[in-house]
Nanobody, 129 residues
Framework: QVHLMESGGGAVQAGGSLRLSCATS????????LAWFRQIPGEQREGVAT???????TYADSARDRFTISQDNAQGTLFLQMTNLKPDDNAMYYC???????????????????????WGQGTQVTVSA
């Protein structure tokens, strides 16, 4: 059974940094598409970054050059390092996993949230101006 649990959210000032963590269990090693999504109340959940089974990463335009997705292969923990945070980054952040595919073409940041099967409970990020 797949289980995901996020941590690391909090409140920071604009320009600050945060590192989100997602503890994972039950996932086949390097055989899943892993992702970070975020959601603002009243809006759809949007993809932020993905990590495929080959270690390739993709980012939404809003996250590119500021956020980095990575994984601790020994523990399976997924990370999202966020730098130069902006008020527009205010959102609930979720980690997600899809075991139906893990290749680079399949695992893109443009994939919709409905395509992901497994979700964590979310962690709140609040950025003040």
């Amino acid at each position: 059974q797949v289980h995901l649990m996020e941590s690391g959210g909090g409140a920071v000032q604009a320009g600050g940094s945060l590192r989100l963590s997602c503890a994972t269990s039950g996932l086949p090693p390097r055989r899943a598409c892993l992702a970070w999504f975020r959601q603002i109340p009243g809006e759809q959940r949007e993809g932020v970054a993905t990590l495929d089974g080959y270690g390739q990463t993709t980012y939404a335009d809003s996250a590119r050059d500021r956020f980095t997705i990575s994984q601790d292969n020994a523990q399976g923990t997924l990370f999202l390092q966020m730098t130069n945070l902006k008020p527009d980054d205010n959102a609930m952040y979720y980690c997600a996993a899809d075991t139906a595919g893990y290749g680079t073409a399949y695992c893109q940041a443009t994939r919709l949230s409905r395509d992901f099967t497994h979700w964590g409970q979310g962690t709140q990020v609040t950025v003040s101006a």
